[in-house]
Structures are given as structure tokens and as C-alpha cells.
């Protein structure tokens, strides 16, 4: 049987390991006689999952004592009205919001913060076509924004900031809001450095309908009263992300991942394999002369690697091939075209290799 391997950007690969204890606990999780899907949130059983979830959540990223650490809904683009709604009631209305506009994602967000707040730019990667992350000296800040928000990995566009913006000299002491959800796990992060952090599961911790918050204590509190009680982080803090019913499978799930990413070593031995993994592929993109990614050197994501076929009449047959391979999901974002391979935590090296296998193959026959 041919190996599979999963490129795909969200829903995307989890780990082999996670997947079978899942199936193994399907009916009859820890001889409870019930699957975790059939679970009352509040009895012993899932309480002791979600107890363990954010235990070694918290330990895998050296999540500091005055940040609460929430499981929601309502995925990533959620977080774009959710966060304002949490955070503008710090100043008084109408508040500025400062964004560093990397991409398709920043674009989402500038778009749905604008229905609450006065919306300031301060930095556009688009005349570059969204393929560097703006220099941190171009950034025009507002003196009193309510905070500054940054995608710290552009999930479309296949850049990443390698670096984390310092709150006290680059932000004028307002707090940074980071969007990682398609790289929340894969590197070593200073929690400290931002006010707050928010994820959609699906990409590199686990299933979709799970979306986190970290979020530190003093910017609790704050909420509109527009804002919704059960995306209140104050009130979801409150109740241990139990204010209404969170998505238990979804949770249970990343737990199992969270497990896996400890057994791998945790977070500096995963960032380890992501830069090897994203190193051979660029090495090989940048050698060829068949492919190209288009993003500057020193912002590529070490999770999506977009490239495209010089000759893009090829596409079609590229993908099917690719298909036939095993090499699932590689098509590029409609937005961008070309092809796009997501290299997540759980896409192992042999998966890259097999990656780069077929595409020098595909190259010479095509040549
Ligand atoms: C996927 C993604 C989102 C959107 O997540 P949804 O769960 O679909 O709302 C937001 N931001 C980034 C960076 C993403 O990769």
C-alpha cells in the first residue's frame, strides 16, 4: 500500500499514535463504559481530560501563572470580533486598534475589527504581495491603541515572523494580540511577550471546533457589553471554560496531541524537526529551477510552504500525480494558486522526502 501523507492546511494531518489511542478509546474510554463524546462535561471523567489538557498545554509552552489558558469555539476568524469585544473596553470608545498587515488573514481581521474599532494600519506588507512580514522600523504605531495585532504565521501567504516584537520599544506599551493558529505549538515562544495568543485547533493542535485563548490576567475584565457572555474571556475564565458546554471531543483530542508533543520532547525538540523539515524543502525549491517560493528568505513559514510550478499549465497533471502518489492536499489557497504544502508537527520528515522525491521526478520528466 502506497504511504499517505497529508499536506493539507487545516483540517489538517495529526499524529498516527494520537489517531489509533483515539480509535482504541472510541467506545469505552479508560473502562468508564462510555465514549468521551458521550461524557457530561461537569462529570469526573471529562473533567480529569480537560484538567490534563491545560496542564500540559500550560507546560509544553511555559505558559506563565498570571495567563488563563481558555478553550472556546468559534474558531480563529471568531477570535477577529471576539477579541475587540474582549479588549477595547481598556480605553474609551471609539478605540484604535494598530495591525501589522501581513496577508490574507490580517486582511480578514482589519475587516471584522473595523465594526468595533477605529482601525489603524501601521505596517502593509501588500505592496510587496504579501511576501515579506513590513520591517519592525516602517511599523506607524497610534500613541494609545487599545493593542497591537499581529498573524504570526500567514497560513495563505506562507510567512512567518521570525522574531517577537518587543511591547515596550515596538508597540508603544500596548499589548500584542497574536493570531498563531497555524503555528501555535511548532516553535519556542516567550508567553510574556503578549497580552494575548488565540488558535483554531485544526491546523497543528487538533480538531476543528476547538479554538485557545491565552490571555494575561489584567486584560481580563474589560469586555463591551455587546460582547456575547459565552465568548466573555472574564466569564469563561471564571468557569474553567465551562461557562456553557466546550467542545469536548475536539479538546480530548488535543489532549492526546499535547501527550504526543511531550513524548516528542515538547516544544524545542519539535521547533528542532520543523526547521529541518522546512529547510530541506526550500533548499530544494530555491535549487530548482522547475519550482519557486516567492517569499523573502528571512520570513519563510516553516509550516506552509507555498510554491508554484514555473510552468503553471503543469498544475493539473502535477496534482493528479501527486494524488497517485499518496502526496494529499497540495493545492495552493484559491487566492493564491500553485501549490501549498502544509508541514505541520505531524508530518513526519520521510513525508518531505517523499515530497521532494516526487517533485524532482515530476521535474525531469516534464523537462
Ligand atoms: C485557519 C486560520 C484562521 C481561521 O480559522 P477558522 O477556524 O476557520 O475560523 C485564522 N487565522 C489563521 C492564521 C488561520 O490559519
Known amino acids: 500500500m502506497t504511504t499517505i501523507y497529508n499536506f493539507s492546511a487545516g483540517p489538517a494531518v495529526l499524529p498516527k499514535e494520537v489517531l489509533q489511542q483515539a480509535a482504541d478509546e472510541m467506545l469505552n474510554w479508560h473502562d468508564s463504559g462510555m465514549s468521551v463524546m458521550e461524557m457530561s462535561h461537569r462529570g469526573p471523567e471529562f473533567m480529569s481530560i480537560i484538567a490534563a489538557a491545560q496542564k500540559d498545554l500550560r507546560e509544553l509552552l511555559n505558559v506563565p501563572e498570571n495567563y488563563k489558558i481558555l478553550f472556546l469555539q468559534g474558531g480563529g476568524l471568531g477570535e477577529n470580533a471576539i477579541v475587540p469585544m474582549n479588549l477595547l473596553g481598556r480605553k474609551p470608545q471609539p478605540a484604535v486598534v494598530d495591525f501589522i498587515h501581513t496577508g490574507s488573514w490580517t486582511g480578514k481581521s482589519i475587516k471584522e475589527a473595523q465594526k468595533y474599532a477605529q482601525v489603524n494600519i501601521a505596517a502593509s506588507g501588500e505592496s510587496s504581495g504579501f511576501t515579506r512580514v513590513p520591517s519592525r522600523d516602517s511599523w506607524k504605531l497610534t500613541?494609545?491603541?487599545?493593542?497591537?495585532?499581529?498573524?504570526?504565521?500567514?497560513?495563505?501567504?506562507?510567512?512567518?515572523?521570525?522574531?517577537?516584537?518587543?511591547?515596550?520599544?515596538?508597540?508603544?506599551?500596548?499589548?500584542?494580540?497574536?493570531?498563531?493558529?497555524?503555528?501555535?505549538?511548532?516553535?519556542?515562544?516567550?508567553?510574556?511577550?503578549?497580552?494575548?495568543?488565540?488558535?483554531?485547533?485544526?491546523?497543528?493542535?487538533?480538531?476543528?471546533?476547538?479554538?485557545?485563548?491565552?490571555?494575561?490576567?489584567?486584560?481580563?475584565?474589560?469586555?463591551?457589553?455587546?460582547?456575547?457572555?459565552?465568548?466573555?474571556?472574564?466569564?469563561?475564565?471564571?468557569?474553567?471554560?465551562?461557562?456553557?458546554t466546550p467542545p469536548t471531543?475536539?479538546?480530548?483530542?488535543?489532549?492526546?496531541?499535547?501527550?504526543?508533543?511531550?513524548?516528542?520532547?515538547?516544544?524545542?525538540?519539535?521547533?528542532?524537526?520543523?526547521?529541518?523539515?522546512?529547510?530541506?524543502?526550500?533548499?530544494?525549491?530555491?535549487?530548482?529551477?522547475?519550482?519557486?517560493?516567492?517569499?523573502?528568505?528571512?520570513?519563510?513559514?516553516?509550516?506552509?510552504?507555498?510554491?508554484?510550478?514555473?510552468?503553471?499549465?503543469?498544475?493539473?497533471?502535477?496534482?493528479?500525480?501527486?494524488?497517485?502518489?499518496?502526496?494529499?492536499?497540495?493545492?495552493?489557497?484559491?487566492?493564491?494558486?500553485?501549490?501549498?504544502?502544509?508541514?505541520?508537527?505531524?508530518?513526519?520528515?520521510?513525508?518531505?522526502?517523499?515530497?521532494?522525491?516526487?517533485?524532482?521526478?515530476f521535474a525531469s520528466a516534464h523537462a
Open 143 to 244: 500613541q494609545d491603541a487599545a493593542y497591537v495585532h499581529l498573524c504570526t504565521n500567514e497560513t495563505i501567504d506562507g510567512i512567518e515572523y521570525q522574531f517577537t516584537p518587543d511591547v515596550t520599544v515596538e508597540t508603544n506599551g500596548a499589548p500584542i494580540v497574536a493570531d498563531m493558529s497555524s503555528h501555535i505549538l511548532s516553535r519556542v515562544i516567550d508567553v510574556s511577550k503578549y497580552g494575548v495568543i488565540f488558535a483554531g485547533a485544526q491546523k497543528n493542535i487538533g480538531p476543528a471546533g476547538l479554538t485557545i485563548v491565552i490571555v494575561r490576567d489584567d486584560l481580563l475584565g474589560h469586555a463591551l457589553p455587546i460582547c456575547p457572555s459565552a465568548f466573555n474571556w472574564s466569564i469563561v475564565a471564571e468557569n474553567d471554560s465551562m461557562y456553557n
Open 249 to 361: 471531543y475536539a479538546i480530548y483530542i488535543a489532549g492526546l496531541v499535547f501527550q504526543w508533543l511531550k513524548q516528542q520532547g515538547g516544544i524545542a525538540a519539535m521547533e528542532q524537526k520543523n526547521i529541518g523539515k522546512s529547510a530541506l524543502l526550500y533548499a530544494y525549491l530555491d535549487a530548482s529551477d522547475f519550482y519557486e517560493n516567492r517569499v523573502a528568505k528571512d520570513c519563510r513559514s516553516r509550516m506552509n510552504v507555498p510554491f508554484f510550478l514555473k510552468d503553471e499549465t503543469l498544475n493539473t497533471a502535477f496534482l493528479a500525480a501527486a494524488k497517485e502518489r499518496g502526496l494529499l492536499q497540495i493545492k495552493g489557497h484559491k487566492s493564491v494558486g500553485g501549490m501549498r504544502a502544509s508541514i505541520y508537527n505531524a508530518m513526519p520528515i520521510e513525508g518531505v522526502k517523499a515530497l521532494i522525491a516526487f517533485m524532482q521526478e
